[in-house]
Nanobody
Framework: HVQLVESGGGSVQAGGSLKLSCAASGYNYRSGCMGWFRQAPGKEREGVATIDSGGSTSYADSVKGRFTISGNKDKNTLYLDLNDLRPEDTGMYYC?????????????????RGQGTQVTVS
């Protein structure tokens, strides 16, 4: 049984930082594709960052240079460092994982998804 549990969200002022974590159980970090996407009310889901089994990363243009995806194999945890936050970064951030297929930002068929953690930037 795969479980992804996000944490680390919160409310910050513009320019601030947060670090999101996604603790995985039943799924080995870097065994496939993992990533983060976000969704704000009234907006479409947006892929934020992905990391594949080889460690290659990709980012949405809107977050390049500000967000960093990484992970810890020993802790089986995925992270997302959010820096220089802007009000438009506000949304629910979800951790996703998929064992099969490619790893890209607009993939919409990830098998596993966490419950989300809220990020609010004012």
């Amino acid at each position: 049984h795969v479980q992804l549990v996000e944490s680390g969200g919160g409310s910050v002022q513009a320019g601030g930082s947060l670090k999101l974590s996604c603790a995985a159980s039943g799924y080995n970090y870097r065994s496939g594709c993992m990533g983060w996407f976000r969704q704000a009310p009234g907006k479409e889901r947006e892929g934020v960052a992905t990391i594949d089994s080889g460690g290659s990363t990709s980012y949405a243009d809107s977050v390049k240079g500000r967000f960093t995806i990484s992970g810890n194999k020993d802790k089986n945890t995925l992270y997302l460092d959010l820096n220089d936050l802007r009000p438009e970064d506000t949304g629910m951030y979800y951790c996703v994982a998929e064992r099969y297929g490619g790893c890209w930002l607009d993939r919409d068929d990830f098998t596993y998804r966490g419950q989300g953690t809220q990020v609010t930037v004012s």
